[in-house]
């Protein structure tokens, strides 16, 4: 799908839901269309000319190449979510279960005028609140489960089940749909292995469905293995109050790299996901995405992708001590002080980290406990005290590479804070200030460049950060008479650069996001500075 150009369109069995995307079911208002699991796009080739082709291995099982060679940015899937409901432990219950949006208290909330669930009110926006599952939630008196907030881990659980219950749903409502979703991996037999999992589903999920509410056409099994599905495969969507889980019948076939070569971005109203490429790949190469935070050690990564995915990972990354030269993970050696200490063997998590100048060596136990503390205290910090954050970096420089994921994380909040917050605006911010931002910008993209190397969105965000700084040291070193006009010039053409290059990243997000404001206003600096 070069470009938008040569995009796919809905060929066949493309159906009217059901149901209908208004809560009050007013029929003749955005119908909803499901989507079959091809390709949805919005122009116009055919789903033959898909951007990749389903590939098999003993490693990853099923997964994505791409079919032909594929430019940076392009897109190569669009698709509406097959399923989607509450996120699990929702920290803002009661939600709309149409669009996720917080209401306040239960008693206080709209609810739907035919099931009684909460929703945000009549004129809801989602199409996720169905006729069909309106119909079933009324059948059967499920809203006073969904009642009272009282016991708010209890709700908390009643919202998780209910992503779970439209996922069963789909057995009787579309038996097409049933069959593309149990296309998924749910690694039933692993899980069934882990007793705190398995027996958490069984009280919290199973035991809900079919005791509580007393659906008992919807087997154990079959609701293990939906829990499975959505642990394995689901997307999360939506932005930071209004998050949702979904799960995409193409889009899961995405395969987990550590250094990923797309982006992907959905709709903040229809959830629809937009997967693109970050630099240009070649026919044959694999496409993946990361299902852990980019910017984290091996050692965090490689436990949370076991511990959610299932398997251990061996990418490129993962094999090398120094995370392809990053040093994400690097510690500085306290013996020697100078020499780095690096795991013997980044692939066993139980291997030794050693100095590479001095062989002084550490447990691989005594890492994560220091990087799980220093983590907790910079958490415990809380986001906005820059003083603070900087006395972090600070006290530990002599312990951790500059680099380090802790440093990153550190780095990430200051480089936002600076020019931002009360006391330290931009146009307060001194010299001294603003070139700390212009440095952890540089630092955080030096990074990125390795590790999510092309159009990422960190990337494009880090961007913008950075034209602010250099931007007005230049023109105050300029007004000041410390540069020639000449050397401000050269160093105005490198923050059109930056802008350009933020603006291209950001401008594929969806309108309304933070990042797509960011592409909004890098767009109108561009336009003042070469006016
Ligand atoms: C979202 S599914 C991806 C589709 C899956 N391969 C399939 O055939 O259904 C995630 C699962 O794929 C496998 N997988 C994905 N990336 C992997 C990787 N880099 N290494 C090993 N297994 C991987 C794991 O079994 C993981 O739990």
């Given at each position: 799908?070069?470009?938008?150009?040569n995009k796919?369109?809905h060929?066949?069995?493309?159906?009217?839901?059901?149901g209908n995307?208004?809560?009050?079911?007013?029929?003749d208002?955005?119908v909803?269309?499901?989507?079959?699991?091809?390709?949805?796009?919005?122009?116009g080739?055919?789903?033959?000319?898909?951007?990749?082709?389903?590939?098999?291995?003993?490693?990853?099982?099923?997964?994505?190449?791409?079919?032909?060679?594929?430019?940076?940015?392009?897109?190569?899937?669009?698709?509406k979510?097959?399923?989607?409901?509450?996120?699990a432990?929702?920290?803002?219950?009661?939600?709309c279960?149409?669009c996720?949006?917080?209401?306040?208290?239960?008693?206080?909330?709209?609810?739907?005028?035919?099931?009684?669930?909460?929703?945000?009110?009549?004129?809801?926006?989602?199409?996720d609140?169905?006729?069909d599952?309106?119909s079933?939630?009324?059948?059967?008196?499920?809203?006073?489960?969904?009642?009272?907030?009282?016991?708010?881990i209890?709700?908390?659980?009643?919202?998780?089940?209910?992503i779970?219950?439209?996922?069963?749903?789909?057995?009787?409502?579309?038996?097409?749909?049933?069959?593309?979703?149990?296309?998924?991996?749910?690694?039933?037999?692993?899980?069934?292995?882990?007793?705190?999992?398995?027996?958490?589903n069984?009280?919290?999920?199973?035991n809900?469905?079919?005791?509580?509410?007393?659906?008992?056409?919807?087997?154990?099994?079959?609701?293990h293995?939906?829990?499975?599905?959505?642990?394995?495969?689901?997307f999360?969507?939506?932005?930071?109050?209004?998050?949702?889980?979904?799960?995409?019948?193409e889009a899961?076939?995405?395969?987990?790299?550590?250094?990923?070569?797309t982006?992907?971005?959905?709709?903040?109203?229809t959830?629809?996901?937009?997967?693109?490429?970050?630099?240009?790949?070649?026919?044959?190469e694999?496409?993946?995405?990361s299902?852990?935070?980019?910017?984290?050690?091996?050692?965090?990564?490689?436990?949370?992708?076991?511990?959610?995915k299932?398997?251990?990972?061996?990418?490129e990354?993962c094999?090398?001590?120094d995370?392809?030269?990053?040093h994400?993970?690097?510690?500085?050696?306290?013996?020697?002080?100078?020499?780095?200490?690096l795991?013997?063997?980044?692939?066993?998590?139980?291997?030794?980290?050693?100095?590479?100048?001095?062989n002084?060596?550490l447990?691989?136990?005594?890492?994560?406990?220091?990087?799980?503390?220093l983590?907790?205290?910079?958490?415990?910090?809380?986001?906005?005290?820059?003083?603070?954050?900087?006395?972090?970096i600070e006290?530990?420089?002599?312990?951790?590479?500059?680099?380090?994921?802790?440093?990153?994380?550190?780095?990430?909040?200051?480089c936002?804070?600076y020019?931002?917050?009360?006391?330290?605006?931009?146009?307060?911010?001194s010299v001294?200030?603003?070139?700390?931002?212009?440095?952890y910008?540089r630092?955080?993209?030096?990074?990125?460049?390795?590790?999510?190397?092309?159009?990422?969105?960190?990337r494009?965000?880090?961007l913008?950060?950075?034209h602010a700084?250099?931007?007005?040291?230049?023109?105050?070193?300029?007004?000041?008479?410390?540069i020639?006009?000449?050397?401000?010039?050269?160093?105005?053409?490198?923050?059109i650069?930056?802008?350009?290059?933020?603006?291209?990243?950001l401008?594929?997000?969806?309108?309304?996001?933070?990042?797509?404001?960011?592409?909004?206003?890098?767009?109108?600096?561009?336009?003042?500075?070469?006016?």
């Amino acid at each position: 799908m070069p470009n938008n150009k040569n995009k796919h369109k809905h060929k066949h069995n493309k159906k009217k839901n059901s149901g209908n995307n208004n809560n009050e079911h007013d029929d003749d208002v955005n119908v909803v269309k499901v989507d079959d699991g091809d390709i949805i796009n919005d122009s116009g080739s055919d789903t033959q000319n898909k951007a990749y082709n389903v590939e098999i291995s003993d490693i990853f099982g099923r997964y994505l190449v791409c079919s032909r060679d594929l430019l940076a940015s392009e897109i190569i899937i669009q698709q509406k979510p097959l399923v989607i409901g509450p996120i699990a432990n929702c920290e803002n219950v009661p939600v709309c279960i149409g669009c996720y949006r917080p209401l306040g208290t239960m008693n206080e909330c709209y609810r739907c005028t035919g099931c009684q669930f909460p929703l945000c009110g009549k004129h809801c926006k989602s199409v996720d609140h169905t006729k069909d599952e309106c119909s079933f939630f009324k059948d059967n008196n499920l809203a006073k489960y969904l009642h009272k907030d009282d016991n708010i881990i209890e709700l908390q659980h009643d919202y998780e089940t209910i992503i779970i219950l439209r996922c069963l749903m789909l057995k009787s409502s579309s038996q097409q749909l049933w069959e593309k979703l149990n296309e998924m991996e749910s690694h039933c037999d692993i899980r069934k292995r882990i007793p705190e999992l398995w027996e958490r589903n069984e009280k919290t999920i199973v035991n809900r469905i079919r005791n509580k509410w007393n659906l008992l056409q919807f087997s154990t099994e079959e609701i293990h293995r939906m829990c499975g599905i959505l642990e394995v495969n689901c997307f999360e969507v939506g932005s930071n109050s209004t998050t949702a889980r979904a799960l995409f019948s193409e889009a899961f076939l995405m395969c987990h790299d550590c250094v990923p070569n797309t982006n992907h971005t959905d709709d903040p109203i229809t959830h629809e996901l937009i997967v693109r490429t970050t630099k240009p790949l070649k026919k044959g190469e694999i496409i993946s995405l990361s299902y852990a935070y980019t910017l984290q050690g091996t050692l965090k990564r490689r436990q949370h992708l076991h511990d959610s995915k299932f398997f251990w990972c061996t990418c490129e990354r993962c094999k090398t001590s120094d995370e392809l030269g990053s040093h994400a993970s690097s510690l500085i050696c306290p013996k020697c002080t100078h020499g780095l200490i690096l795991s013997t063997s980044p692939l066993n998590e139980n291997a030794e980290w050693r100095c590479h100048k001095c062989n002084f060596t550490l447990s691989a136990m005594f890492v994560m406990n220091l990087v799980t503390r220093l983590y907790d205290e910079l958490d415990s910090l809380g986001g906005n005290d820059i003083n603070q954050i900087e006395t972090f970096i600070e006290k530990y420089s002599k312990t951790l590479h500059k680099n380090h994921y802790i440093f990153l994380s550190a780095k990430h909040s200051l480089c936002q804070l600076y020019g931002k917050i009360d006391g330290f605006l931009i146009n307060e911010l001194s010299v001294a200030q603003l070139r700390r931002k212009e440095t952890y910008c540089r630092d955080l993209l030096e990074v990125i460049d390795v590790l999510e190397p092309g159009s990422s969105r960190l990337r494009g965000v880090i961007l913008y950060e950075l034209h602010a700084p250099v931007m007005i040291q230049i023109t105050r070193e300029l007004q000041m008479g410390k540069i020639k006009n000449s050397d401000f010039k050269r160093q105005l053409r490198e923050v059109i650069q930056i802008l350009q290059d933020s603006y291209d990243i950001l401008r594929h997000e969806p309108n309304g996001s933070q990042e797509y404001e960011m592409a909004v206003a890098a767009k109108s600096a561009l336009m003042s500075i070469k006016s």
